[in-house]
């Protein structure tokens, strides 16, 4: 096929598309990457870049990281423990722009503004390097974060895929 052809195509599938998913799994490191890579699928048909995958999988590490780390002190308990602590993922495809939430049910966030600055950790024992808000805010084209201390905490990231105009184009 013509790639002006192929580009057509891929622009209409963009502005049409709409999918959701939602995986639910256990607060431990292992699914830092099960979790990256279940996004990287998820995004598939709407032809990402490279560039565009890899940042997504990095932001969603992060958040997943944090959940994990921050949110149940994931590396300071015993496996077993774990279990019990779950990480919510939820995905949406709206046109061209994929959303990510993640939630846990952990110990929340006190000071939200703070915790999102560049460097701030609060455990820089772990070779933490305080910059995974950052890298989320950096990467994706929105970040959120909703947290209540001892409730847990969400954090929602846009992306828009693609090079046309966050205003659909009249046709
Ligand atoms: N899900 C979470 N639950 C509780 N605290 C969190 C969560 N995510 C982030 N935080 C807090 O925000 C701080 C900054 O997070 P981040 O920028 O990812 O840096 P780092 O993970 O390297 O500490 C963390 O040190 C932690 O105190
Ligand atoms: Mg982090």
């Known amino acids: 096929m013509e790639i002006e052809k192929v580009r057509q195509l891929?622009?209409?599938?963009?502005?049409?598309?709409?999918?959701?998913?939602?995986?639910?799994?256990?607060?431990?490191?292992?699914?830092?990457?099960?979790?990256?890579?279940?996004?990287?699928?998820?995004?598939?048909?709407?032809?990402?870049?490279?560039?565009?995958?890899?940042?997504?999988?990095?932001?969603?590490?992060?958040?997943?990281?944090?959940?994990?780390?921050?949110?149940?002190?994931?590396?300071?308990?015993?496996?077993?423990?774990?279990?019990?602590?779950k990480?919510?993922?939820?995905?949406?495809?709206?046109?061209?722009v994929l959303h990510v939430e993640v939630t846990d049910e952990g110990k929340g966030i006190e000071n939200i503004k703070r915790a999102m600055e560049p460097l701030f950790t609060t455990k820089p024992e772990m070779?933490?390097?305080?910059?995974?808000?950052?890298?989320?805010?950096a990467f994706m084209d929105d970040l959120e974060v909703i947290s209540e201390p001892g409730m847990g905490t969400s954090v929602f990231m846009k992306k828009k895929l693609g090079t046309s105009s966050w205003i659909l184009d009249e046709d």
Not at 22 to 51: D, G, K
Not at 127 to 137: C, I, Q, V
């Open 10 to 85: 891929n622009s209409t599938k963009r502005r049409t598309m709409q999918n959701e998913m939602q995986l639910i799994f256990n607060a431990v490191s292992e699914n830092e990457a099960f979790a990256r890579i279940a996004v990287s699928a998820f995004v598939m048909p709407l032809n990402p870049t490279l560039e565009e995958l890899a940042d997504i999988k990095t932001a969603v590490s992060e958040a997943v990281t944090n959940a994990i780390i921050h949110g149940y002190d994931g590396e300071e308990k015993k496996e077993l423990d774990a279990s019990e602590d």
């Open 127 to 137: 070779d933490r390097s305080g910059m995974g808000f950052a890298f989320m805010e």
């Open 87 to 96: 990480v919510f993922l939820k995905c949406t495809i709206l046109g061209d």
